[in-house]
């Protein structure tokens, strides 16, 4: 009995955590609104410090990474569920379960910083 809940409640934590986080990111990302530039004295609109950064193409980048990235997340939790499903975790828990959560864990935080902005 104990056994059946230590694994239910492993494979929860390694597909639940991962998602919800990466879920709740994405359903409340709004996008970004551009910020307001103030005119300048001399009344010269170029900038000074450097080429200006077409923000459209950043967000675009940045959107293709983040369907990326949810791509592989999704492919990688996927693939722990099975491990998880495998293994019998009551002995001992696998080097390459617990690498593969901490790759899920590292890539849900950068599509969370990506997300934010």
């Known amino acids: 009995?104990?056994?059946?809940?230590?694994?239910?409640?492993?494979?929860?934590?390694?597909l639940g955590v991962p998602l919800g986080i990466l879920a709740g990111t994405l359903a409340a990302q709004a996008p970004p609104s551009a910020p307001?530039?103030?005119?300048?004295?001399?009344?010269?609109?170029?900038?000074?410090?450097?080429?200006?950064?077409?923000?459209?193409t950043v967000l675009e980048a940045n959107q293709k990474d983040i369907k990326k990235n949810v791509e592989r997340l999704f492919q990688l939790a996927s693939e722990l569920k099975t491990e998880v499903e495998k293994t019998d975790s009551v002995q001992v828990l696998s080097l390459a379960l617990l690498k593969k959560t901490e790759e899920i864990e590292k890539l849900a935080k950068d599509i969370r910083s990506r997300a934010k902005g």
């Open 1 to 14: 009995m104990r056994n059946s809940r230590r694994k239910v409640m492993i494979a929860l934590c390694a």
């Open 36 to 56: 307001k530039r103030l005119p300048s004295l001399t009344g010269k609109d170029d900038d000074p410090d450097g080429p200006k950064v077409d923000t459209k």
